[in-house]
Every structure is written in C-alpha cells, then in structure tokens.
C-alpha cells in the first residue's frame, strides 16, 4: 500500500522525528545554492507530482513546486475546477487516472472526507495540503522553525491563540506525537475539534482548551496565531467572528506574559491588525517568514518519505 501523508495523527514519532531531521539536514545542504538549482544529490529524479487545488494558496504550490525541482522531479499544478473534477468525474477515477501519470499526489480540498477517497483510490502516495480540517505539512514546518530557534520542541510550552481550525487540528496532533505542552485559547463557539482533543487526551498529552488569552500565554514558548476567517468560512459570519476573537489577538502586550525569548508563529497569509498587531507579525520574536521557507524544506522530506527514498 503506498505511503500517505494525510495527517500527523497517522504517523509514528519516529517517523516524525526522521522527516524533521531530514528537512533540516537538506536545507544546510542547500547553502548557499541559487533556489532553482538541484540539491547537491537529488533524491528524486524523474519522479513527478501532481497538486490539485480545490482552494487558492501560494505557500503550498510553489514549495512543494520548486521542492519537486530541487529534488531532481517535476510537478504539476492543477486547478480542480480546470478538471473534469470540477464538472463531476468522481474522486475516485482521478485518483486511479493520476497514479498511471504520476509518482505522487497532493491535494487541498475542502471537504477531508474527499482527500481521504483520493487516497483509498490512488496506487501512489496522496499528501495533504490542507483541507477544512487540517493542515499536517504546515504543522511540521512549524516544529522545524521552532526548534531552529529554541531548541528540542519536546516538553516546551506553545499556546494557540483564536480560532480552533484546522491548522489548530494539526497542531493538537503534533503535540501529542512529538510531546510538547499546546494550550489553546479559543473562545466557546470557537472551540477546536473534539476528536483531535479526544486524540490528545487518549494519549495523555499535555493539550488543554482556555478561554482567557493572558492566561494560556503565560511562560509560552511560542505563540501562535492564524487567520480568524478561514478560506470556506462562511462569510456572514466574519463580522460575529471578529467580535468573538477579538479578545485573543495577539498584541506586544499579550507577547510580553510569554517567555522571554518567546517566538510569534503564524503559517500565513497574515492579516495585520486583525489576529496579531503589525508590530508583532514584522517584529524581534517574529519567525513567520522561516515558517513559510521551512515548508519547502519539511515537503521535500515529507515526499521522501512517502516514496521511501
Ligand atoms: N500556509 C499556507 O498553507 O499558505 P498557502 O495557503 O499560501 O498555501
Ligand atoms: N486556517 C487557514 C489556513 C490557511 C493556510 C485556512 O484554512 O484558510
């Protein structure tokens, strides 16, 4: 059966451990190199894939683009709607027509239950790259930058600020596998996902939900915030959002409760002035554009993987 990367949940820690440490090892590798050039040895040579996009991005599809390059592959960006997916061949029959044509799919999607269909009907790998309910890659690229700038993220204290998404998802999950403290502030209706939590909590991990933003980033060694109007939101519902959230947004004076040397997380598009202030997002303990670099980095070690090369 091939090697999919749909969620941090289904992986060991070891396994986690080794795509990180992987990621790291190619990006020093890489020094110095012009960012189209091949790595210095080219893990995957010839192999191609395939990204479909039910949704926008601009992290997701040039990283993993120019990773495939860096890697000695090629990939191809395709707009779902641009399919005769998007005029209703069923999920199932791209998946087995794409796995005659390439090594290696991923997908964002809204719907989870669709990627999952991709990959019971793929014969290659199917990677994650987002759906409504999580966001595995850019949780890995999250650990990566963290531990660049603090150290070993196990037993650390990371707090999660706003709206319990699907990046918060990946995150309670990251928690559990690779053992570090995530407190999350939410507000009620804004909870994050019971199953992640319930996930969490079999494990014993130290996951725990607060409603007071000062409270949960006390001693935090990381604070971490996302959009508080996710893409397939509903858009009547921006306005009550920003009222709900408003309390949780991340300000100098909210980062000054963390730890001293606290990093700012925030997987982007930023939005400056609504869940963290300018002076926060562009400043010291801001690490929000290694983040996205790092992305590149942890999907080329996340495609390894996946073809166990
Ligand atoms: N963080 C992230 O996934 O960005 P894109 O939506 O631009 O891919
Ligand atoms: N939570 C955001 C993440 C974007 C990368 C969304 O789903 O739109």
């Given amino acids: 059966a091939p090697r999919h990367f749909l969620d941090i949940r289904d992986l060991d820690a070891a396994d986690l451990r080794a ?61 779902a709607q641009e399919m005769q997916l998007g005029r209703g061949e069923s999920i199932a029959d791209t998946g087995r027509v794409l796995s005659r044509y390439v090594d290696a799919i991923m997908m964002r999607t809204n719907a989870h239950a669709s990627l999952v269909e991709l990959a019971q009907n ?30 070993p993220i196990g037993g650390k204290r990371l707090t999660w600020t706003g709206d319990g998404n699907n990046v918060a998802t990946s995150f309670i999950e990251a928690a559990t596998l690779f053992g570090f403290e995530l407190v999350l502030a939410c507000p009620e209706p804004l909870s994050p996902s019971p199953r992640a939590l319930d996930f969490a909590a079999k494990a014993g991990a130290k996951v725990r939900v607060e409603r007071d933003a000062e409270a949960a980033v006390a001693g935090a060694d990381a604070v971490i915030a996302d959009t508080w109007f996710s893409m397939g939101d509903e858009p009547a519902a921006r306005e009550s959002r920003h009222n709900q959230l408003a309390p949780y947004q991340v300000t100098a004076r909210l980062m000054e409760g963390a730890a001293k040397n606290a990093i700012f997380l925030h997987c982007l598009p930023a939005h400056r002035g609504e869940e963290a202030t300018a002076e926060v997002m562009d400043g010291p303990q801001s690490a929000i554009f290694d983040e996205a670099e790092n992305r590149l980095h942890v999907q080329k070690a996340i495609l390894k993987w996946c073809l166990a090369v």
């Fill in 122 to 151: 793929s014969s290659v790998p199917v990677i994650n790259g987002l759906t409504d309910d999580s966001h595995p890659c850019q949780i890995l690229a999250d650990v990566m930058t963290f531990e660049e700038r603090r150290g």
């Fill in 19 to 79: 795509i990180i440490e992987d990621a790291k090892a190619m990006k020093a590798a890489r020094a110095g190199l012009p960012k189209g050039a091949p790595d210095p040895a080219p893990a995957l040579p010839g192999r191609a894939l395939a990204m479909i996009f039910e949704k926008p991005s601009t992290r997701t599809r040039v990283s993993f683009d120019i990773g495939m390059r860096q890697l000695g592959g090629s990939a191809l960006i395709l707009s």
